[in-house]
Nanobody
Framework: QVHLVESGGGLVQAGGSLRLSCAAS????????MGWFRQAPGKEREFVAA????????SYADSVKDRFTISRDNAKNALYLQMNRLKPEDTAVYYC?????????????????WGQGTQVTVSA
């Protein structure tokens, strides 16, 4: 079992930045590929970014590429999402997710463990 807890969400103006964190516990963090997903009201949960278990490769949704950066610190059992140049359409609940193994996927069904989410609201 992997327990995930997100933090760092909040209210920010368009053009601003936020850094989300995800603290992991329970199993060896470096054995899990990790992802960030988000869900806006009335919409499906969508892929945002993902990272190899060792941090050696990453993947981003087109909508956030060049604005968001995913990273991890396996020594601290932590996952991060640096979000820059935020837009109102980035408003959503952001979730971190874990899947056993080296490689990440962009589909939510591929992930076994989820956090409770953190709200990000971007005002125009």
């Amino acid at each position: 079992q992997v327990h995930l807890v997100e933090s760092g969400g909040g209210l920010v103006q368009a053009g601003g930045s936020l850094r989300l964190s995800c603290a992991a516990s329970g199993r060896t963090f470096s054995n899990y590929a990790m992802g960030w997903f988000r869900q806006a009201p009335g919409k499906e949960r969508e892929f945002v970014a993902a990272i190899h278990r060792l941090g050696s490769s990453t993947s981003y949704a087109d909508s956030v590429k060049d604005r968001f950066t995913i990273s991890r610190d396996n020594a601290k059992n932590a996952l991060y999402l640096q979000m820059n140049r935020l837009k109102p359409e980035d408003t959503a609940v952001y979730y971190c997710a874990a899947r056993a193994g080296s490689y990440y996927y962009r589909t939510r069904e591929s992930y076994e463990y989820w956090g409770q989410g953190t709200q990000v609201t971007v005002s125009a």
